[in-house]
Nanobody
């Protein structure tokens, strides 16, 4: 089993910044990819950003130029730096890790962008 510990969510004003962290622990064999998804009320969960163990990144069009995903392979940790936040970024953000071909999910952290 793999456990994911997320942190960094909260309430921020439009235009502000937040940094999310997700640390994986447990039976880690080979992490191929780490990612952040989000789910707003009444909407489907969507991919925000992903990073492979080789450092290749992918972003949703809605966050390009504002969010940056990065990883620390030695710590099995993935980060999501979120700048210029908008009210439409409000959602529960979930960490996702692919370990040895199996997907694991964090419990989610709430991000609320509001004045």
């Amino acid at each position: 089993q793999v456990q994911l510990a997320e942190s960094g969510g909260g309430l921020v004003q439009p235009g502000g910044s937040l940094r999310l962290s997700c640390a994986a622990s447990g039976s880690i064999f080979s992490i191929n990819r780490m990612a952040w998804y989000r789910q707003a009320p009444g909407k489907q969960r969507e991919l925000v950003a992903s990073i492979t163990n080789g450092g290749r990144t992918n972003y949703a069009d809605s966050v390009k130029g504002r969010f940056t995903i990065s990883g620390d392979n030695a710590k099995n940790t993935v980060y999501l730096q979120m700048n210029s936040l908008k009210p439409e970024d409000t959602a529960v953000y979930y960490c996702n890790v692919n370990n040895n071909g199996r997907n694991y999910w964090g419990q989610g952290t709430q991000v609320t962008v509001s004045s």
